[in-house]
């Protein structure tokens, strides 16, 4: 079976970590309340998304699959 699941888990876990450490702290300084809102909620959901895909996969693979 040919799958990207763990290039999107990868790709998602960067991205939101990358949001939360540079564009939440760009927002901050410049006093853009509701960008700094929006790339928080943004990089927390990619992070949780990542996460979630991640234990959907492994369930599906150990339990479904074999």
């Known amino acids: ?6 290039y999107t888990v990868l790709l998602l876990l960067i ?3 990358l949001i939360l450490c540079f564009d939440v702290r760009i927002y901050a300084k410049t006093g ?8 928080l909620i943004t990089g927390w959901l990619s ?5 979630l895909s991640f234990c959907i ?3 599906y693979e150990k ?3 074999h």
């Open 1 to 6: 079976m040919i799958t990207f699941n763990y």
């Open 15 to 17: 991205s939101g970590i």
């Open 47 to 51: 992070i949780a998304l990542a996460f």
């Open 32 to 39: 853009m309340i509701k960008e700094k809102k929006g790339a």
């Open 57 to 59: 996969y492994y369930i």
């Open 63 to 65: 339990w479904f699959w």
